[in-house]
Protein backbone atom coordinates (compact mmCIF):
# COMPACT_ATOMS: atom_id res chain seq x y z
CA UNK A 1 0.00 0.00 0.00
CA UNK A 2 1.32 3.27 -1.10
CA UNK A 3 1.59 6.27 0.95
CA UNK A 4 -1.66 7.77 -1.66
CA UNK A 5 -3.29 4.71 -1.16
CA UNK A 6 -3.32 5.74 3.12
CA UNK A 7 -3.66 8.99 2.25
CA UNK A 8 -7.02 8.86 0.04
CA UNK A 9 -8.63 6.61 2.48
CA UNK A 10 -8.37 8.94 4.89
CA UNK A 11 -9.76 11.55 3.06
CA UNK A 12 -6.41 13.66 2.69
CA UNK A 13 -6.52 14.04 -0.98
CA UNK A 14 -6.93 18.20 -1.61
CA UNK A 15 -3.31 18.77 0.76
CA UNK A 16 -2.22 14.97 0.42
CA UNK A 17 1.16 17.00 -0.82
CA UNK A 18 1.82 18.96 2.58
CA UNK A 19 0.85 15.52 4.42
CA UNK A 20 3.50 14.09 2.74
CA UNK A 21 5.88 16.98 3.23
CA UNK A 22 4.88 16.42 6.85
CA UNK A 23 5.94 12.76 6.59
CA UNK A 24 9.03 13.18 5.13
CA UNK A 25 9.97 15.80 7.92
CA UNK A 26 8.77 13.32 10.66
CA UNK A 27 10.60 10.81 9.15
CA UNK A 28 14.08 12.75 9.14
CA UNK A 29 13.70 13.47 12.93
CA UNK A 30 12.80 9.70 13.50
CA UNK A 31 15.90 9.00 11.77
CA UNK A 32 18.55 11.73 13.23
CA UNK A 33 17.17 10.74 16.72
CA UNK A 34 17.89 7.26 15.85
CA UNK A 35 21.37 8.14 14.59
CA UNK A 36 21.56 10.12 17.95
CA UNK A 37 20.34 7.41 20.05
CA UNK A 38 22.52 4.60 18.74
CA UNK A 39 25.91 6.91 18.48
CA UNK A 40 25.20 7.90 22.36
CA UNK A 41 24.32 4.25 23.42
CA UNK A 42 27.48 2.57 21.82
CA UNK A 43 29.68 5.73 23.58
CA UNK A 44 28.13 4.48 27.00
CA UNK A 45 28.88 0.93 26.47
CA UNK A 46 32.35 1.69 25.47
CA UNK A 47 32.20 4.24 28.46
CA UNK A 48 35.41 6.66 28.51
CA UNK A 49 37.68 3.98 27.24
CA UNK A 50 36.88 5.08 23.99
CA UNK A 51 38.26 8.57 24.35
CA UNK A 52 41.62 6.86 25.79
CA UNK A 53 41.69 4.23 22.99
CA UNK A 54 41.80 6.93 20.59
CA UNK A 55 44.61 8.66 22.29
CA UNK A 56 46.70 5.49 22.96
CA UNK A 57 46.36 4.26 19.54
CA UNK A 58 47.33 6.94 17.02
CA UNK A 59 51.38 6.94 17.37
CA UNK A 60 51.01 6.88 13.31
CA UNK A 61 49.12 8.31 10.53
CA UNK A 62 47.68 5.39 9.49
CA UNK A 63 46.85 3.87 13.34
CA UNK A 64 44.97 6.75 13.54
CA UNK A 65 43.41 6.66 10.47
CA UNK A 66 42.41 2.69 11.04
CA UNK A 67 41.18 4.23 14.91
CA UNK A 68 39.16 7.02 13.38
CA UNK A 69 37.52 4.33 11.03
CA UNK A 70 36.81 1.63 13.60
CA UNK A 71 35.26 4.37 15.89
CA UNK A 72 33.32 5.45 13.65
CA UNK A 73 31.86 2.32 12.52
CA UNK A 74 30.92 2.23 16.29
CA UNK A 75 29.53 5.09 16.44
CA UNK A 76 28.00 5.62 12.96
CA UNK A 77 28.94 9.00 12.87
CA UNK A 78 32.47 11.05 11.38
CA UNK A 79 31.31 14.08 13.40
CA UNK A 80 31.30 12.36 16.74
CA UNK A 81 35.00 10.95 15.83
CA UNK A 82 36.17 14.24 14.75
CA UNK A 83 34.51 16.00 17.73
CA UNK A 84 36.49 13.48 19.90
CA UNK A 85 39.36 14.35 18.11
CA UNK A 86 39.18 18.09 18.51
CA UNK A 87 38.53 17.21 22.37
CA UNK A 88 42.00 15.38 22.90
CA UNK A 89 43.96 17.36 21.10
CA UNK A 90 42.48 20.57 22.73
CA UNK A 91 43.12 18.74 25.90
CA UNK A 92 47.07 18.13 24.67
CA UNK A 93 46.87 14.49 24.80
CA UNK A 94 47.15 14.45 20.87
CA UNK A 95 48.87 16.20 18.62
CA UNK A 96 47.74 18.28 15.60
CA UNK A 97 49.14 15.33 13.46
CA UNK A 98 48.49 12.63 15.20
CA UNK A 99 44.58 14.11 14.89
CA UNK A 100 44.94 14.02 10.92
CA UNK A 101 44.69 10.38 10.83
CA UNK A 102 41.76 10.28 13.17
CA UNK A 103 39.81 12.79 10.86
CA UNK A 104 40.85 10.51 7.68
CA UNK A 105 39.70 7.06 9.05
CA UNK A 106 36.23 8.69 10.40
CA UNK A 107 35.68 10.14 6.67
CA UNK A 108 35.82 6.41 5.38
CA UNK A 109 33.98 5.28 8.52
CA UNK A 110 31.00 7.62 7.77
CA UNK A 111 30.18 5.98 4.48
CA UNK A 112 29.15 2.85 6.19
CA UNK A 113 25.68 3.57 7.19
CA UNK A 114 24.71 5.03 4.03
CA UNK A 115 25.96 1.85 2.48
CA UNK A 116 23.74 -0.06 4.47
CA UNK A 117 20.86 1.94 4.12
CA UNK A 118 20.98 2.14 0.09
CA UNK A 119 21.98 -2.35 -0.31
CA UNK A 120 18.36 -2.46 1.79
CA UNK A 121 15.43 -2.83 -0.93
CA UNK A 122 13.01 -0.30 0.23
CA UNK A 123 10.34 -3.15 0.97
CA UNK A 124 12.39 -4.46 3.63
CA UNK A 125 13.48 -1.69 5.42
CA UNK A 126 10.18 -1.34 7.20
CA UNK A 127 10.31 -4.88 8.29
CA UNK A 128 13.41 -4.60 9.85
CA UNK A 129 12.77 -1.32 10.75
CA UNK A 130 9.77 -2.23 12.87
CA UNK A 131 11.81 -5.86 13.97
CA UNK A 132 14.84 -4.21 15.65
CA UNK A 133 12.27 -1.31 17.38
CA UNK A 134 10.31 -4.35 18.95
CA UNK A 135 13.83 -5.95 20.16
CA UNK A 136 15.37 -2.85 21.21
CA UNK A 137 12.28 -1.59 23.00
CA UNK A 138 11.61 -5.15 24.45
CA UNK A 139 15.25 -4.88 25.68
CA UNK A 140 14.79 -1.69 27.60
CA UNK A 141 11.47 -2.38 29.21
CA UNK A 142 11.72 -6.02 29.91
CA UNK A 143 15.36 -6.39 31.34
CA UNK A 144 17.24 -4.69 34.56
CA UNK A 145 21.06 -4.62 33.72
CA UNK A 146 22.21 -1.28 32.53
CA UNK A 147 24.21 -3.30 29.75
CA UNK A 148 21.19 -4.96 27.91
CA UNK A 149 19.12 -1.16 28.30
CA UNK A 150 22.01 0.16 26.43
CA UNK A 151 22.47 -2.69 24.02
CA UNK A 152 18.73 -2.17 23.58
CA UNK A 153 18.80 1.64 22.96
CA UNK A 154 21.54 0.66 20.34
CA UNK A 155 18.78 -1.86 18.56
CA UNK A 156 16.53 0.37 19.46
CA UNK A 157 18.46 3.23 17.67
CA UNK A 158 19.63 1.58 14.52
CA UNK A 159 15.44 0.64 13.87
CA UNK A 160 14.28 4.07 14.46
CA UNK A 161 17.09 5.09 11.25
CA UNK A 162 15.21 2.84 8.90
CA UNK A 163 12.04 3.52 10.08
CA UNK A 164 12.73 7.35 9.67
CA UNK A 165 13.76 6.46 6.24
CA UNK A 166 11.24 4.27 5.36
CA UNK A 167 9.01 6.75 5.93
CA UNK A 168 11.00 9.81 3.77
CA UNK A 169 11.24 7.22 0.83
CA UNK A 170 7.43 6.37 0.83
CA UNK A 171 6.91 10.11 1.18
CA UNK A 172 9.08 10.90 -2.08
CA UNK A 173 7.52 8.02 -3.84
CA UNK A 174 4.23 9.56 -3.75
CA UNK A 175 5.25 13.37 -4.53
CA UNK A 176 7.08 11.56 -7.81
CA UNK A 177 3.82 9.80 -8.62
CA UNK A 178 2.03 13.01 -8.37
CA UNK A 179 3.86 16.18 -8.82
CA UNK A 180 6.51 14.79 -11.46
CA UNK A 181 6.65 17.96 -12.76
CA UNK A 182 6.84 20.21 -10.49
CA UNK A 183 9.95 18.04 -9.27
CA UNK A 184 11.80 18.01 -12.51
CA UNK A 185 11.74 21.36 -12.75
CA UNK A 186 12.65 21.75 -9.05
CA UNK A 187 16.12 19.54 -9.50
CA UNK A 188 16.98 20.29 -13.00
CA UNK A 189 19.27 23.66 -12.03
CA UNK A 190 20.41 20.72 -9.18
CA UNK A 191 21.54 18.78 -12.22
CA UNK A 192 22.73 21.06 -14.92
CA UNK A 193 24.71 23.07 -12.19
CA UNK A 194 27.39 20.46 -9.81
CA UNK A 195 28.19 23.77 -7.65
CA UNK A 196 24.75 24.73 -6.67
CA UNK A 197 23.97 21.19 -5.55
CA UNK A 198 26.97 21.26 -3.41
CA UNK A 199 25.70 24.40 -2.33
CA UNK A 200 21.88 22.83 -1.17
CA UNK A 201 23.81 19.39 0.44
CA UNK A 202 26.34 22.00 2.59
CA UNK A 203 23.51 24.16 3.66
CA UNK A 204 21.21 21.23 3.97
CA UNK A 205 23.27 19.39 6.46
CA UNK A 206 24.77 22.31 8.21
CA UNK A 207 20.80 22.18 9.76
CA UNK A 208 20.54 18.68 10.02
CA UNK A 209 23.76 18.32 11.34
CA UNK A 210 23.89 14.76 9.79
CA UNK A 211 25.34 13.96 6.35
CA UNK A 212 23.77 10.61 6.95
CA UNK A 213 20.52 12.20 6.68
CA UNK A 214 21.37 13.84 3.45
CA UNK A 215 22.89 11.04 1.68
CA UNK A 216 19.86 9.49 2.84
CA UNK A 217 17.35 11.72 1.47
CA UNK A 218 19.72 11.92 -2.05
CA UNK A 219 19.24 7.96 -1.98
CA UNK A 220 15.58 8.32 -2.16
CA UNK A 221 15.05 10.44 -4.39
CA UNK A 222 17.50 9.58 -6.74
CA UNK A 223 15.91 5.68 -6.58
CA UNK A 224 12.44 7.45 -7.84
CA UNK A 225 13.50 9.26 -10.41
CA UNK A 226 13.56 12.63 -8.82
CA UNK A 227 17.03 13.44 -9.01
CA UNK A 228 19.48 12.44 -12.11
CA UNK A 229 22.79 11.26 -10.81
CA UNK A 230 24.88 14.64 -11.91
CA UNK A 231 22.45 16.57 -9.18
CA UNK A 232 22.79 13.51 -6.34
CA UNK A 233 26.91 13.17 -6.50
CA UNK A 234 26.61 17.29 -6.26
CA UNK A 235 24.30 16.97 -3.18
CA UNK A 236 26.62 14.10 -1.53
CA UNK A 237 29.91 16.44 -1.92
CA UNK A 238 28.34 18.79 -0.41
CA UNK A 239 26.81 16.98 2.60
CA UNK A 240 30.58 15.48 3.10
CA UNK A 241 30.94 19.38 3.22
CA UNK A 242 28.35 20.59 5.63
CA UNK A 243 29.28 17.88 8.10
CA UNK A 244 32.17 19.50 9.16
CA UNK A 245 30.49 22.26 11.32
CA UNK A 246 30.30 19.90 13.76
CA UNK A 247 33.85 19.89 14.52
CA UNK A 248 33.70 23.41 14.35
CA UNK A 249 30.77 23.99 16.67
CA UNK A 250 33.04 21.61 19.35
CA UNK A 251 36.31 23.40 19.08
CA UNK A 252 34.67 26.86 20.10
CA UNK A 253 36.13 28.21 23.00
CA UNK A 254 38.88 25.40 23.19
CA UNK A 255 42.54 26.05 22.06
CA UNK A 256 44.18 27.51 18.77
CA UNK A 257 45.43 23.84 18.11
CA UNK A 258 42.25 22.57 18.46
CA UNK A 259 40.46 24.79 16.34
CA UNK A 260 43.14 23.80 13.66
CA UNK A 261 41.97 20.68 13.80
CA UNK A 262 38.69 21.75 13.36
CA UNK A 263 40.04 23.81 9.95
CA UNK A 264 42.12 20.94 8.92
CA UNK A 265 38.34 18.72 8.73
CA UNK A 266 37.11 21.20 6.75
CA UNK A 267 39.91 21.29 4.54
CA UNK A 268 39.95 17.86 3.74
CA UNK A 269 36.68 17.43 3.02
CA UNK A 270 37.15 20.95 0.83
CA UNK A 271 39.74 19.81 -1.07
CA UNK A 272 38.03 16.99 -2.48
CA UNK A 273 34.85 18.11 -2.96
CA UNK A 274 36.83 21.20 -5.52
CA UNK A 275 38.51 18.30 -6.96
CA UNK A 276 35.54 16.11 -7.62
CA UNK A 277 33.33 18.95 -8.46
CA UNK A 278 35.86 19.66 -11.16
CA UNK A 279 36.03 16.28 -12.08
CA UNK A 280 32.09 15.68 -12.50
CA UNK A 281 31.73 18.92 -14.37
CA UNK A 282 34.62 18.25 -17.52
CA UNK A 283 34.15 14.25 -16.78
CA UNK A 284 30.39 13.55 -15.89
CA UNK A 285 29.76 11.57 -19.57
CA UNK A 286 32.34 9.44 -19.29
CA UNK A 287 31.28 8.48 -15.87
CA UNK A 288 27.85 7.75 -17.32
CA UNK A 289 29.97 5.10 -19.72
CA UNK A 290 31.61 3.52 -17.03
CA UNK A 291 28.02 2.75 -15.14
CA UNK A 292 26.21 2.23 -17.94
CA UNK A 293 28.84 -1.13 -18.76
CA UNK A 294 28.85 -1.45 -14.66
CA UNK A 295 26.35 -3.69 -12.74
CA UNK A 296 23.96 -0.65 -12.91
CA UNK A 297 23.66 -1.10 -16.54
CA UNK A 298 19.91 -2.07 -15.85
CA UNK A 299 19.04 -0.38 -12.83
CA UNK A 300 20.55 3.29 -13.36
CA UNK A 301 18.55 4.76 -10.36
CA UNK A 302 20.02 1.86 -7.92
CA UNK A 303 20.30 3.80 -4.55
CA UNK A 304 23.67 1.97 -4.93
CA UNK A 305 25.45 4.39 -7.28
CA UNK A 306 25.27 7.21 -5.05
CA UNK A 307 26.83 5.27 -1.68
CA UNK A 308 29.47 3.57 -3.85
CA UNK A 309 30.61 7.22 -5.37
CA UNK A 310 30.30 8.53 -1.45
CA UNK A 311 32.61 5.14 -0.94
CA UNK A 312 35.12 6.27 -3.99
CA UNK A 313 35.12 9.95 -2.71
CA UNK A 314 36.34 9.37 0.63
CA UNK A 315 38.87 6.60 -0.30
CA UNK A 316 40.42 8.44 -2.59
CA UNK A 317 40.27 11.98 -0.52
CA UNK A 318 41.41 10.25 2.03
CA UNK A 319 44.51 8.47 1.36
CA UNK A 320 45.71 10.90 -1.34
CA UNK A 321 45.93 13.08 2.00
CA UNK A 322 47.71 10.65 3.89
CA UNK A 323 50.10 10.16 1.35
CA UNK A 324 50.76 14.67 1.52
CA UNK A 325 49.94 14.48 5.06
CA UNK A 326 53.34 16.64 6.03
CA UNK A 327 52.67 19.23 3.35
CA UNK A 328 49.33 19.41 4.28
CA UNK A 329 50.03 19.77 7.82
CA UNK A 330 52.65 22.49 6.98
CA UNK A 331 49.59 24.54 5.10
CA UNK A 332 47.50 24.18 7.97
CA UNK A 333 50.85 25.62 10.10
CA UNK A 334 50.69 28.23 7.56
CA UNK A 335 47.34 29.27 7.65
CA UNK A 336 46.95 29.27 11.52
CA UNK A 337 50.03 29.51 13.26
CA UNK A 338 51.13 27.93 16.85
CA UNK A 339 50.76 30.80 19.27
CA UNK A 340 51.53 30.49 22.99
CA UNK A 341 49.08 28.19 24.81
CA UNK A 342 48.30 28.47 28.33
CA UNK A 343 51.03 26.46 30.21
CA UNK A 344 49.90 22.76 31.76
CA UNK A 345 49.64 24.11 34.80
CA UNK A 346 47.06 26.62 34.13
CA UNK A 347 45.48 24.30 32.04
CA UNK A 348 44.44 21.96 35.01
CA UNK A 349 42.23 24.90 36.70
CA UNK A 350 40.02 23.83 33.96
CA UNK A 351 37.80 20.84 35.28
CA UNK A 352 35.21 20.32 32.44
CA UNK A 353 37.52 17.23 31.43
CA UNK A 354 37.35 15.77 34.92
CA UNK A 355 33.26 15.80 34.42
CA UNK A 356 33.03 14.63 30.89
CA UNK A 357 35.71 11.95 31.14
CA UNK A 358 37.50 10.64 34.52
CA UNK A 359 39.56 8.41 32.06
CA UNK A 360 40.64 10.80 29.73
CA UNK A 361 41.43 13.26 32.71
CA UNK A 362 43.61 10.39 34.34
CA UNK A 363 45.26 10.44 31.04
CA UNK A 364 45.68 14.56 31.16
CA UNK A 365 47.24 14.25 34.73
CA UNK A 366 50.03 11.73 33.82
CA UNK A 367 50.96 14.27 30.86
CA UNK A 368 51.08 17.00 33.78
CA UNK A 369 53.83 14.35 35.91
CA UNK A 370 55.37 13.85 33.10
CA UNK A 371 56.07 18.08 32.71
CA UNK A 372 56.60 18.07 36.05
CA UNK A 373 59.25 15.46 36.06
CA UNK A 374 60.91 17.03 33.30
CA UNK A 375 61.05 20.38 35.16
CA UNK A 376 62.62 18.33 38.21
CA UNK A 377 65.32 17.26 35.97
CA UNK A 378 65.82 20.59 34.46
CA UNK A 379 66.11 21.73 38.15
CA UNK A 380 68.74 19.25 38.87
CA UNK A 381 70.82 19.79 35.46
CA UNK A 382 71.55 23.90 35.98
CA UNK A 383 71.65 23.14 40.49
CA UNK A 384 74.74 21.19 39.49
CA UNK A 385 75.76 23.48 37.31
CA UNK A 386 75.29 26.79 39.54
CA UNK A 387 77.62 24.49 42.02
CA UNK A 388 80.55 24.50 40.20
CA UNK A 389 80.29 27.52 38.37
CA UNK A 390 79.18 30.68 39.88
CA UNK A 391 76.29 31.87 37.09
CA UNK A 392 74.18 34.35 38.78
CA UNK A 393 71.39 34.00 36.36
CA UNK A 394 70.75 30.90 36.86
CA UNK A 395 69.52 31.71 40.37
CA UNK A 396 66.06 33.66 38.56
CA UNK A 397 65.88 30.40 36.40
CA UNK A 398 65.56 28.40 39.22
CA UNK A 399 63.38 30.58 41.48
CA UNK A 400 61.52 30.04 38.33
CA UNK A 401 61.42 25.92 38.07
CA UNK A 402 60.68 26.09 41.82
CA UNK A 403 57.73 28.39 41.58
CA UNK A 404 56.58 25.81 38.39
CA UNK A 405 57.09 22.81 40.17
CA UNK A 406 55.25 23.99 43.44
CA UNK A 407 52.18 25.21 41.43
CA UNK A 408 51.99 21.65 39.28
CA UNK A 409 52.32 19.67 42.63
CA UNK A 410 49.59 22.09 44.58
CA UNK A 411 47.11 21.99 41.21
CA UNK A 412 47.72 18.39 40.24
CA UNK A 413 47.06 17.49 43.91
CA UNK A 414 43.70 19.36 43.81
CA UNK A 415 42.57 17.93 39.93
CA UNK A 416 42.90 14.59 41.48
CA UNK A 417 41.47 15.34 44.78
CA UNK A 418 37.87 16.17 42.46
CA UNK A 419 38.60 12.96 40.43
CA UNK A 420 38.15 10.86 43.49
CA UNK A 421 34.27 12.10 43.90
CA UNK A 422 33.75 11.27 40.34
CA UNK A 423 32.35 7.52 39.88
CA UNK A 424 35.72 5.80 39.07
CA UNK A 425 36.57 2.06 39.87
CA UNK A 426 38.86 0.84 42.12
CA UNK A 427 42.31 0.75 39.90
CA UNK A 428 41.58 4.47 39.45
CA UNK A 429 41.19 5.33 42.63
CA UNK A 430 44.93 3.03 43.00
CA UNK A 431 46.43 4.90 40.13
CA UNK A 432 45.00 8.44 41.80
CA UNK A 433 46.65 7.47 45.45
CA UNK A 434 50.08 6.70 43.60
CA UNK A 435 49.76 9.97 41.41
CA UNK A 436 49.64 11.44 44.98
CA UNK A 437 52.58 9.94 46.43
CA UNK A 438 54.34 10.62 43.23
CA UNK A 439 54.05 14.40 42.82
CA UNK A 440 54.37 14.99 46.15
CA UNK A 441 58.32 13.63 45.91
CA UNK A 442 59.36 15.04 42.78
CA UNK A 443 58.40 18.23 44.54
CA UNK A 444 60.73 17.09 47.84
CA UNK A 445 63.02 16.66 44.99
CA UNK A 446 62.43 20.47 44.45
CA UNK A 447 63.11 21.52 47.42
CA UNK A 448 66.50 20.02 47.93
CA UNK A 449 67.41 21.48 44.62
CA UNK A 450 66.31 25.10 46.18
CA UNK A 451 68.46 23.84 49.21
CA UNK A 452 71.76 23.40 47.29
CA UNK A 453 71.09 26.23 45.29
CA UNK A 454 70.71 28.26 49.05
CA UNK A 455 73.94 26.75 49.97
CA UNK A 456 75.87 27.13 47.39
CA UNK A 457 75.16 30.82 47.19
CA UNK A 458 76.17 32.12 50.68
CA UNK A 459 79.58 30.55 49.90
CA UNK A 460 79.87 32.47 46.95
CA UNK A 461 79.13 35.66 48.88
CA UNK A 462 81.80 34.20 51.39
CA UNK A 463 84.16 33.72 48.58
CA UNK A 464 84.34 30.28 49.60
CA UNK A 465 85.91 27.36 47.70
CA UNK A 466 86.09 23.25 47.49
CA UNK A 467 89.52 21.65 47.72
CA UNK A 468 90.32 19.78 44.62
CA UNK A 469 89.43 16.54 46.32
CA UNK A 470 86.36 18.45 47.66
CA UNK A 471 85.01 18.83 44.65
CA UNK A 472 86.12 16.00 42.66
CA UNK A 473 84.12 13.65 45.17
CA UNK A 474 80.94 16.41 45.08
CA UNK A 475 80.67 15.57 41.35
CA UNK A 476 80.56 12.04 41.77
CA UNK A 477 77.69 12.34 44.12
CA UNK A 478 76.25 14.86 41.71
CA UNK A 479 76.75 12.51 38.87
CA UNK A 480 75.26 9.74 40.68
CA UNK A 481 71.62 11.78 41.38
CA UNK A 482 71.81 13.18 37.99
CA UNK A 483 71.72 9.89 36.25
CA UNK A 484 69.00 8.90 38.79
CA UNK A 485 66.94 11.71 38.04
CA UNK A 486 67.06 11.20 34.14
CA UNK A 487 66.62 7.73 34.53
CA UNK A 488 63.49 8.02 36.97
CA UNK A 489 62.07 10.87 35.27
CA UNK A 490 61.94 8.90 31.44
CA UNK A 491 60.72 5.26 33.73
CA UNK A 492 57.72 7.65 34.86
CA UNK A 493 57.22 9.05 31.35
CA UNK A 494 57.04 5.15 29.83
CA UNK A 495 55.62 3.30 33.32
CA UNK A 496 59.07 1.61 32.05
CA UNK A 497 59.29 -1.25 35.38
CA UNK A 498 62.59 -2.61 33.95
CA UNK A 499 64.21 1.02 33.76
CA UNK A 500 63.34 1.67 37.38
CA UNK A 501 64.70 -1.44 38.40
CA UNK A 502 67.51 -0.71 37.26
CA UNK A 503 67.39 2.63 38.55
CA UNK A 504 66.83 1.78 42.24
CA UNK A 505 70.20 0.53 42.71
CA UNK A 506 71.45 4.26 42.74
CA UNK A 507 69.77 4.99 46.08
CA UNK A 508 71.95 2.67 47.65
CA UNK A 509 75.07 4.18 45.88
CA UNK A 510 74.13 7.65 47.03
CA UNK A 511 73.67 6.29 50.56
CA UNK A 512 77.25 4.75 50.62
CA UNK A 513 78.90 7.74 48.36
CA UNK A 514 77.31 10.28 51.43
CA UNK A 515 78.58 8.30 54.11
CA UNK A 516 82.03 7.74 52.68
CA UNK A 517 82.02 11.29 51.93
CA UNK A 518 81.48 12.33 55.14
CA UNK A 519 84.16 10.71 56.23
CA UNK A 520 86.68 12.12 53.56
CA UNK A 521 85.60 15.45 54.28
CA UNK A 522 86.19 14.66 58.01
CA UNK A 523 89.92 13.31 57.25
CA UNK A 524 90.51 16.68 55.11
CA UNK A 525 89.72 18.87 57.85
CA UNK A 526 91.40 16.29 60.60
CA UNK A 527 94.96 16.49 58.23
CA UNK A 528 94.37 20.79 57.40
CA UNK A 529 93.75 19.99 53.84
CA UNK A 530 90.86 22.65 54.72
CA UNK A 531 89.49 24.73 57.39
CA UNK A 532 86.12 23.76 59.10
CA UNK A 533 84.80 27.32 58.25
CA UNK A 534 85.83 26.76 54.16
CA UNK A 535 83.62 23.79 54.26
CA UNK A 536 80.60 25.24 55.60
CA UNK A 537 77.40 23.71 54.39
CA UNK A 538 79.80 20.79 52.56
CA UNK A 539 77.66 18.15 55.17
CA UNK A 540 74.30 19.31 54.68
CA UNK A 541 75.26 19.77 50.72
CA UNK A 542 75.59 15.83 50.65
CA UNK A 543 72.73 15.09 53.00
CA UNK A 544 70.32 16.61 50.24
CA UNK A 545 71.71 14.83 47.76
CA UNK A 546 70.89 12.06 49.85
CA UNK A 547 67.34 12.42 50.23
CA UNK A 548 67.04 13.68 47.06
CA UNK A 549 67.71 9.58 45.93
CA UNK A 550 65.22 8.73 48.64
CA UNK A 551 62.69 10.71 46.97
CA UNK A 552 63.59 9.51 43.52
CA UNK A 553 63.39 5.59 44.91
CA UNK A 554 60.02 6.24 46.07
CA UNK A 555 58.70 7.37 42.51
CA UNK A 556 60.68 4.01 41.86
CA UNK A 557 58.98 2.06 43.66
CA UNK A 558 55.43 3.13 42.33
CA UNK A 559 56.28 2.23 39.32
CA UNK A 560 57.16 -1.53 39.89
CA UNK A 561 55.14 -2.02 42.38
CA UNK A 562 52.79 -5.40 41.51
CA UNK A 563 49.60 -4.34 41.56
CA UNK A 564 50.52 -0.78 39.63
CA UNK A 565 52.43 -2.95 36.45
CA UNK A 566 50.00 -5.96 36.09
CA UNK A 567 47.37 -3.83 34.87
CA UNK A 568 47.87 -2.14 31.36
CA UNK A 569 44.78 -0.12 32.01
CA UNK A 570 47.23 2.05 34.32
CA UNK A 571 49.71 2.44 31.84
CA UNK A 572 47.94 5.77 30.92
Not at 168 to 188: G, K, P, R, V, W
Not at 365 to 384: L, S
Not at 505 to 513: A, K, V
Not at 548 to 569: F, R
Amino acid sequence: MTLYTIMSSLGMEFDAIWQAILFILGGLGIFLFGIHMMGSSLKELAGDKLRVIIQKSTSTPIMGMIMGFLVTMLTQSSSTTSAIAVGLVGAGLMTFGQSIGVLLGANIGGTVLPLLMAAMPSYIKPVVAVGLVFVGASMIFFFKKEKVHQAGSVILGFGLIFLGLSLIDTSFEYIQETQADMINQLFTNLSSVPELGVLVGILFTVIVQSSAATIGIVQGLFATGSLQLSGALALMLGANLGTTITAIIACLGSSRTAKKVAFANMLIKAFGVVVFTIIFRFAFYPLMEIIDKSLFANDMNNPLIISFGHIGFNLINSFALLALIKPFIKVCDKIIPEITEKSIEDSLLDYTLIKKSPQLALSFVKKAIDYMGEEVENYTVIAKTYAFSRDDSLIDLGIEYERTINCLDKRIHDYLIKLTIQNIDSKSSTLISKYLDLIKDFERVGDHCTNLFEFFHDRYEKDMHLSDDGTQDLDSMFSTVETMVKNTVLAVKNWDSNLALETIPLEDETDNLEEALRERHVHRVESGVCSFINTEHYVEILSNLERMGDHLKNVLDSIVTVEYCKNDEFHH
